[in-house]
Structures are given as C-alpha cells and as structure tokens.
C-alpha cells in the first residue's frame, strides 16, 4: 500500500495535522506513506517518523502542480490519496487523478471515492473534522498530534526560570497581534516576580521584539535561539508562554507546558486553536481589547505567584 497525504497551508495548519497523519500511521503501519507540502516545511519535517518521503508542491500555475502531482502518483505507484487541504485547489488534483491514475481518494471536495461531507469553521475544531474524514476509511483511533520525535539532545540548561513570549505574526496578521506596549507590561511584570523573558519569533519580528526590549530593557533577544528546530525544546524547558495567534503557538501547546493564547473571538479561533493540555485561552472580538490584568490574573494563577 502506498498512500500519499496532501497537506498545504500555514506552520499552524501543518501541525494541527500532525495528529491525522500519525493515525494513518498507526492504522497502514507498512505503507509506504508520502506527503505533499510545501518545500519550506520540508526540514522542519524531515524528522517526522511516521512519513517516508516528502514531496513538494508549492502550489505554483495550476496545471504545473497538476502535471506533478500526476507524475507522483504514478511514479510512486499510489495506491490511496487523502486530502487534508479540501480546498478548491485539491478540488482539481481530484479530478484529475480520478480520471488519469487507479489511486482511490479521500477528500471533502468533489471526485472523492469516498464521501465525506466537511464541517465549515464555528462548528467543531479542524482535528474533529480530520477525525471524521479518517474513519470514511476505517481509520477510527485517532492521535492528537504528539511532537517528540522534534525533541534534540537537550543542550538548554537556564538556571533562572523563563517565560517565552510569541509577539509576531505574519504578514497579513496584523489584526491577531496583541499590542507591543501589552506585552511590554507583563514582560515588566514577569522580570520583577524573577522570570526571564525570551523574546521569540523570526526576523520579520525583529522589529517588534525590538519595541519590546525598549519597554523592558532585561527582555532577552530569542530569535536565533527560536528557529523550528528548536523552538519545541525551548518552549518544553520554559515556565510559560505567551503568545498571539500565531504558528509557532500549536508548536508551544503541544508540549503540553502552560500555554496563554491570546486570540480574536471567532470561528477560525474556535476551529484553529492550539492543542494541548494547559493551553490557556484569552479572546476577545478584537485580541487588542484584551487588558494586560487579564493576562496576570491568568499568569498569577498558573505561575501561583
């Protein structure tokens, strides 16, 4: 058997479906299992255990995709193709695998073998939906996405306890950003109660970490320290993360440490929210109404101080 899983979208959609794809795993556990991605998730999931190869699609000219996800397909002899984009975009690799290979698909878009009929966001979360979709083919125990195999040797030592802040977002995510002077407040806060504070994030954050670090001058520069490879095992050796809606935030809530998401109020924060088992959820119907008191009355409680 040999499967190929098609998965695009942001670093956060990657990871909320880590979870799917371990359970296609679990249940062909000798398939030769392939995924289809984007090629700047290629090294951040090089590691990945449960897929044998990765193969790359940047969602150019659609027919270029076309035409190369047709020469995967018969290449690699695939054999069943799941679809968890279900966008419009897989809509027409269907189509065309339908009707040019022998794979059989799995999709919630049109010319699917298998009929699944996806929930729209505000219903139930997007792993609800994977879990649905899966057992369409009798995939029925689920995993919630476990991330230990990005756990490197672990070369973080901090003797002084450390809070992470996530204060960026991406381009186009200005409206999920807390506001600079907020985290400049708590990051205050946090140093005089004896917390470190990591300031992470990429360079295009440089700058807002930057007006951080002017309001709390001890802040800690990160991001060099913050890149995927191992950002799991600073947020797993931290006290705290405070994030915005943002990517790396699912990284962070899946190493089960105390995680406060600050988010909008809607149903992409309801469908989308990160996982994990001390994820601390603070929303409003704009994050930017949210009041740093809020956010140390939750600090207060989870860190008893």
Same mark, same amino acid.
């Given at each position: 058997?040999?499967?190929?899983?098609?998965?695009?979208?942001?670093?956060?959609d990657i990871f909320l479906s880590i979870g799917a794809i371990q359970s296609i795993r679990q249940h062909y556990p000798d398939a030769r299992l392939f995924l289809l991605t984007q090629s700047n998730y290629k090294n951040i999931l090089n590691k990945f255990p449960e897929v044998d190869t990765i193969l790359e699609d940047n969602r150019d000219h659609i027919i270029l995709s076309i035409s190369k996800i047709l020469g995967f397909v018969n290449k690699h002899q695939i054999?069943?193709?799941?679809?968890?984009?279900?966008?419009?975009?897989?809509?027409f690799y269907n189509f065309f695998i339908k009707y040019?290979? =022998?794979?059989?698909?799995?999709?919630?878009?049109?010319?699917?073998?298998?009929a699944y009929n996806q929930k729209p966001l505000g219903i139930q979360h997007i792993t609800e939906n994977h879990k649905d979709q899966l057992s369409k083919i009798g995939i029925n125990a689920y995993q919630i996405s476990n991330l230990n195999w990005m756990i490197k040797e672990n070369n973080i030592n901090e003797k002084k306890p450390y809070v992470i802040f996530i204060p960026g977002a991406s381009k186009t995510g200005d409206y999920k950003r807390w506001p600079i002077n907020n985290y400049g407040v708590i990051a205050n806060y946090l140093t005089n109660k004896n917390y470190d504070i990591y300031l992470t994030g990429s360079k295009l954050d440089e700058d807002v970490i930057n007006e951080i670090i =002017?309001?709390?001058?001890?802040?800690?520069?990160?991001?060099?320290?913050? =890149?995927?490879?191992?950002?799991?095992?600073?947020?797993?050796?931290?006290?705290?993360i405070i994030s915005n809606d943002t990517g790396p935030a699912h990284i962070a809530g899946l190493t089960n440490q105390h995680l406060i998401w600050l988010a909008n109020d809607n149903k992409i924060s309801f469908s989308c929210h990160p996982l994990g088992k001390n994820v601390h959820k603070i929303k409003s119907k704009s994050v930017k109404d949210i009041h740093p008191n809020q956010v140390i009355q939750k600090i207060d409680y989870i860190l008893n101080i």
């Amino acid at each position: 058997m040999n499967i190929l899983v098609i998965k695009h979208g942001s670093l956060g959609d990657i990871f909320l479906s880590i979870g799917a794809i371990q359970s296609i795993r679990q249940h062909y556990p000798d398939a030769r299992l392939f995924l289809l991605t984007q090629s700047n998730y290629k090294n951040i999931l090089n590691k990945f255990p449960e897929v044998d190869t990765i193969l790359e699609d940047n969602r150019d000219h659609i027919i270029l995709s076309i035409s190369k996800i047709l020469g995967f397909v018969n290449k690699h002899q695939i054999n069943l193709i799941i679809d968890l984009q279900n966008s419009s975009r897989t809509q027409f690799y269907n189509f065309f695998i339908k009707y040019f290979t =022998k794979a059989k698909i799995l999709s919630a878009r049109k010319f699917s073998t298998y009929a699944y009929n996806q929930k729209p966001l505000g219903i139930q979360h997007i792993t609800e939906n994977h879990k649905d979709q899966l057992s369409k083919i009798g995939i029925n125990a689920y995993q919630i996405s476990n991330l230990n195999w990005m756990i490197k040797e672990n070369n973080i030592n901090e003797k002084k306890p450390y809070v992470i802040f996530i204060p960026g977002a991406s381009k186009t995510g200005d409206y999920k950003r807390w506001p600079i002077n907020n985290y400049g407040v708590i990051a205050n806060y946090l140093t005089n109660k004896n917390y470190d504070i990591y300031l992470t994030g990429s360079k295009l954050d440089e700058d807002v970490i930057n007006e951080i670090i =002017k309001i709390c001058p001890t802040a800690k520069n990160k991001i060099e320290e913050s =890149k995927i490879d191992d950002f799991y095992d600073l947020c797993l050796n931290s006290s705290l993360i405070i994030s915005n809606d943002t990517g790396p935030a699912h990284i962070a809530g899946l190493t089960n440490q105390h995680l406060i998401w600050l988010a909008n109020d809607n149903k992409i924060s309801f469908s989308c929210h990160p996982l994990g088992k001390n994820v601390h959820k603070i929303k409003s119907k704009s994050v930017k109404d949210i009041h740093p008191n809020q956010v140390i009355q939750k600090i207060d409680y989870i860190l008893n101080i």
